[in-house]
């Protein structure tokens, strides 16, 4: 008995004491560091289009304008889609 308590506790301080910092750092997958953003004509491209995909807010928020339906093409702004 006195074996298998010492075992679990020699087990709990391995696992508590041990360094996970290389496990904490997580290298993007999806987002682009500031170094590669922009450095090629379809990085840009692909900025403007996502903008133009968000499309303008119905309701501008500092005027309180409502922008009907019709007054854009399908609820977005034009552009490559």
Excluded: W
Aim: charged content about 15%; glycine content about 10%.
């Amino acid at each position: 008995m006195k074996k298998i308590i010492v075992s679990f506790l020699c087990a709990g301080f391995l696992v508590a004491f041990t360094s996970c910092d290389s496990f904490l750092e997580e290298n993007p997958k999806t987002d682009m560091s500031m170094d590669q953003n922009f450095s090629a004509p379809a990085h840009a491209r692909n900025a403007v289009n996502g903008l133009y995909r968000q499309g303008a807010p119905n309701f501008y928020a500092d005027g309180g304008v409502y922008m009907p339906q019709k007054a854009t093409h399908g609820g977005f702004l034009s552009g490559f889609f």
